[in-house]
């Protein structure tokens, strides 16, 4: 299967991240142009793959990820200021016939990322 898809998984609390906003570019001219803008569902993934299969291109991509929105709404005011606030995951899909899968995990005060599956 191929195209685009996420999650987020929030450490700080032991759960999905469901919620999250998280805002699709693909890199365009030399800037980043928004595709569209979605919110993670209960179980911390998207109702749709961000990039279905068959609109799937080769190219430098972009999910924002606003990790402050998402604690701010969660908690109102944490304990301490959190450090992460939004976060960009640039990537080059450079076979449109694969799957890329781009996972965050994150707490108010880091996260990570990799190449799922």
């Given amino acids: 299967m191929a195209g685009i898809s996420t999650h987020v998984l929030d450490i700080a609390n ?7 906003r998280i805002d699709f570019s693909i890199l365009e001219d030399g800037a980043y142009r928004l595709l569209k803008t979605v919110r993670s569902n209960a179980e911390g993934r998207t109702d749709e793959p961000i990039l279905k299969p068959e609109e ?3 190219g430098r991509y ?3 990820f606003h990790v402050d929105a998402y604690y701010e709404e969660l908690h109102g005011t944490l304990p301490d ?12 899909v450079f076979d449109a016939t694969q799957h890329f ?3 965050m995990i994150c707490t108010p005060w880091n996260c990570t990322t990799y190449r799922g599956s």
């Fill in 14 to 20: 032991g759960r999905p991240g469901a919620g999250m």
């Fill in 56 to 58: 799937a291109k080769a």
């Fill in 62 to 64: 972009e999910l924002l």
């Fill in 81 to 92: 200021a959190a450090f992460i606030d939004q976060v960009p995951v640039r990537f080059t």
């Fill in 101 to 103: 899968h781009v996972p």
